[in-house]
């Protein structure tokens, strides 16, 4: 057996897949008593998510990952592993959650005696006790994963399946006296197919009196730390990188989760005594919980639900293998960022211009209408005349098989001193907000705002929201505000504010665009990330400066989650070469703006007074369309990132989907005044082929290309002149 063993990793290693794959593979082949034989982003896991109890735990297992919780004389996660690895990131147990109720905090769950923290010995656990003063497991219930909200999808998606797997509830109940009508459970969710855990808390208030809500860590892991540093601060050393959390508290307008995150914050440890850092300040605990706590009352018999978080264990340091891994979490966990309708943006709702602009959305085969910010759209305006207005023309809109919406801004606003947040060092309205002013969204006005929305989209039938402005994260400490008590509870309610809402709109089959990661509970697209002063630069500086935005904002997201620009009118300034109209005058730019955006499977808004002004504009948007929807699916597939936009050379990115017919889908630019002839090395390891791919240039018989051992293939081509190429792998 060892010798076979070793034969088998010797060939591995010497087979034609990447070194880090095949490295993957030989740890998996039963050296850690689970072997996984395939890739997981390649081809799917057959095996089912399961809750497997034994002796004194129960866990969580679905063949790529498994999350081991010891259930007796208290509860503590003891094993969180990547199964495809092999890989540990359990060095000490810690309670399962902790909350903070009328002004005390207790341990939900929790084993005590581990002495050595820089690793866990199974033969330890035995020996661990519990503390009465923690909440006390007392049961479990599991069954299948179940929606967090009514998804109703009216657009084109790739994905319009909800996920599957595991529920895993644990029940915990305190013996303090006071404590003993405070139920809490603790939730996790483990997936078919995907290395991820999601895990949540609620408290459910059986008592006849409120209680105070003040904080709620819903979960505590104590990781493998990613380096050692004799001397090091926290903030400026590294935290573990083969586990990737998000949670649903986020917000800030990056355009990026990383950025946007406000509930995981990395601690350190100061019972880890055996750590290499002198002052014991290894950033190694994660804890995901709001900054400013929850600050809510709860009310007889009523519920609270936390944060939700998502674990994605990776397997790789590869930023391109990390980037497909978030990405097919994405799609996988959260099918309605798939959704990609093409839309154009109108800058007015003059009833005729309206109609026009549908009528020639409908000819080209463009899906949706938005009205733009600056067309005079104003749905706070719930008057019967103007919904009447907008009603007839969505009704309009659905006869030619349209769909409409438009622009509403909450946020960067000045309302009035008893409407805007208060801030809380000084008491007053003033330029405390994120945008300076803003609004309050649980003021009276803020309130009302929210049903004008919900109204006036139920009434006349709008199909988007494009808001703009969504809460960003502002406090307020006014204490006369109808929706929150003051400054303790003000960020959380506003939060449960925009993320109801967003809900809501979804179960109505409304889609969303919002510059805020709202996309765990239901958004649909943000922006790559831009700078807006850019779009009145000269269309040749706008091709790279749009390609460099592709190609950077589609790492972490998939094509359909992130939205650029084209103006077709001026745009904050600029001059004559910066602007598109009239199109027929500028037609290879708008077709070569088109084609960089709906190649790389991404929506651009298109704004401006139409989409075409002659029978030759109408035929190359027309051409471009039907070019999309001809190869939509893989266009809307991931990005494997080929090279960056510089000017200097070409530049390109490659769709990759194993289980299309279409394996790929290679775009290649050429920013310069002559035509290049260049060899390009493509990376088809996550097409899924093995031995040759069949490459078309356009759509010209194919050339068989045998593969390198590394799953490589050269093809040598010709970029025309300031133009691109492009070319489908089979």
């Not at 903070?100 to 661990?128: C, M, P, R, S, V």
């Not at 991931?638 to 070409?650: Q, V």
């Not at 090395?681 to 290309?705: F, M, R």
Request: proline share 5%.
């Amino acid at each position: 057996m060892n010798i076979l063993n070793s034969f088998f990793h010797f060939s591995l290693l010497r087979s034609k897949i990447p070194f880090s794959v095949a490295l993957i593979l030989i740890l998996s082949s039963g050296v850690y008593g689970q072997k996984t034989s395939t890739d997981w982003l390649i081809t799917p896991v057959k095996q089912k998510s399961q809750i497997i109890q034994g002796d004194k735990y129960l866990e969580l297992n679905n063949g790529l990952i498994s999350r081991r919780i010891q259930i007796t004389p208290n509860t503590s996660t003891t094993s969180f592993k990547n199964l495809s690895t092999g890989e540990e990131f359990i060095r000490s147990v810690r309670p399962e959650a902790r909350i903070t109720i009328n002004g005390e905090t207790y341990n939900i769950g929790g084993l005590y005696g581990q002495k050595e923290h820089a690793y866990l010995l199974e033969t330890w656990i035995k020996d661990f006790v519990k503390k009465e003063a923690d909440f006390q497991y007392t049961r479990y219930e599991s069954g299948e994963v179940q929606p967090h909200f009514q998804w109703n999808c009216q657009t084109w998606a790739s994905n319009k399946k909800w996920p599957t797997g595991k529920h895993l509830q644990l029940f915990f109940t305190s013996k303090i006296p006071a404590l003993k009508n405070i139920e809490v459970v603790v939730h996790y969710e483990i997936f078919d197919g995907i290395p991820v855990i999601s895990k949540w808390v609620t408290i459910t208030n059986l008592s006849a009196e409120p209680i105070k809500i003040n904080q709620v860590v819903n979960e505590i892991l104590a990781l493998v730390e990613e380096e050692s540093a004799v001397i090091g601060k926290p903030e400026k050393m590294k935290k573990p990188q083969k586990i990737y959390i998000e949670n649903n508290f986020a917000y800030n307008n990056a355009m990026r989760y990383e950025l946007s995150d406000q509930g995981t914050h990395w601690h350190t440890d100061s019972t880890y005594t055996s750590q290499v850092n002198y002052n014991y300040e290894t950033p190694c605990v994660a804890e995901v919980y709001p900054n400013q706590g929850v600050g809510i009352e709860l009310a007889p018999t009523a519920n609270f639900k936390s944060i939700r978080t998502y674990e994605l264990l990776l397997d790789s340091y590869d930023r391109e293998r990390n980037g497909l891994a978030r990405r097919k979490m994405y799609r996988t966990l959260f099918p309605w960022t798939t959704q990609n309708p093409i839309f154009m943006h109108l800058v007015s709702t003059d009833s005729v211009q309206v109609k026009n602009i549908i009528d020639q959305c409908a000819e080209t085969g463009y899906e949706m209408v938005i009205l733009s910010f600056g067309s005079g759209l104003n749905m706070e305006d719930d008057s019967p005349e103007n919904i009447r207005k907008f009603k007839v023309l969505t009704d309009y809109a659905h006869s030619k098989g349209i769909k409409l919406g438009g622009y509403s801004l909450f946020s960067s606003r000045r309302i009035d001193d008893e409407t805007d947040v208060i801030d809380p060092i000084t008491g007053l309205p003033n330029k405390g907000a994120f945008f300076g002013h803003a609004p309050c969204m649980a003021s009276k006005w803020g309130i009302n705002y929210i049903r004008k929305i919900r109204k006036f989209i139920t009434e006349t039938g709008f199909d988007l929201l494009e808001h703009d402005g969504p809460y960003p994260g502002d406090v307020c400490a006014s204490t006369s505000h109808p929706g929150h008590k003051g400054l303790e509870d003000s960020q959380w309610v506003q939060m449960e504010m925009q993320k109801q809402l967003y809900r809501d709109l979804n179960a109505h089959g409304v889609y969303i665009n919002a510059p805020d990661w709202y996309f765990l509970d239901g958004s649909h697209k943000i922006a790559l990330g831009y700078r807006e002063v850019n779009f009145s630069l000269s269309r040749a500086q706008q091709k790279i400066l749009n390609r460099q935005n592709i190609y950077d904002g589609t790492w972490d997201k998939i094509p359909s989650m992130g939205w650029g620009f084209v103006p077709l009118t001026r745009y904050q300034g600029g001059s004559e070469d910066a602007i598109l109209e009239p199109l027929s005058e500028h037609l290879n730019d708008y077709k070569q703006l088109m084609i960089q955006y709906y190649g790389a499977g991404v929506q651009a808004c298109y704004r401006g007074p139409r989409l075409y002004d002659t029978e030759d504009t109408k035929k190359v948007v027309k051409e471009t369309i039907d070019w999309y929807k001809k190869y939509r699916n893989i266009l809307n597939s991931d990005i494997i990132h080929l090279r960056r936009a510089d000017g200097r050379d070409w530049d390109g990115v490659m769709h990759v989907d194993p289980l299309l017919k279409e394996k790929a889908f290679v775009l290649l630019y050429n920013p310069l005044k002559t035509n290049i002839t260049r060899k390009i090395k493509l990376p088809l390891y996550y097409t899924g082929l093995t031995k040759d791919a069949k490459i078309s240039l356009h759509d010209s018989l194919p050339k068989t290309y045998t593969l390198s051992r590394d799953y490589h293939t050269e093809v040598e081509v010709t970029i025309p002149a300031e133009g691109y190429i492009w070319m489908v792998v089979r």
